[in-house]
Nanobody, 131 residues
Framework: QVQLVESGGGSVQSGGSLTLSCAASTYTGRNVCMGWFRQIPGKEREAVAS????????TYADSVKGRFTISRHNAKKALYLQMNSLKPDDTAMYYC????????????????????????WGQGTQVTVSS
């Protein structure tokens, strides 16, 4: 069982930056992919960025490419999302996510892009961007 706790959300003006952090309760190694999702009321939760078990391969939603950077530090049991050039459309609740594949020694970033495959969710942290 992995518990995830996000931090770093807040309110910023358009063009500003925020860094989200996610602390995992147990070691998350190569057999655990991780990611960030976001959701606004009345809409589906959507994948923002994901990272493979070794931290080398990442994926991004088209809407955040070039502005957001996902990274992880397995030894610190931490996941990060650096968000630059924020826009009002980025306003949402951001969720940390993780998934593992039984028997697998490595789980890819693509695996954690799929909401249905996510096993562990954080409680969310609100990001609000004003124009």
């Amino acid at each position: 069982q992995v518990q995830l706790v996000e931090s770093g959300g807040g309110s910023v003006q358009s063009g500003g930056s925020l860094t989200l952090s996610c602390a995992a309760s147990t070691y998350t190694g190569r057999n655990v992919c991780m990611g960030w999702f976001r959701q606004i009321p009345g809409k589906e939760r959507e994948a923002v960025a994901s990272i493979g078990g070794d931290g080398l391969i990442t994926t991004y939603a088209d809407s955040v490419k070039g502005r957001f950077t996902i990274s992880r530090h397995n030894a610190k049991k931490a996941l990060y999302l650096q968000m630059n050039s924020l826009k009002p459309d980025d306003t949402a609740m951001y969720y940390c996510a993780a998934a593992s594949m039984p028997g697998a020694w490595y789980v890819s970033a693509d695996y954690c892009r799929q909401k249905a495959l996510i096993v562990y969710w954080g409680q969310g942290t609100q990001v609000t961007v004003s124009s």
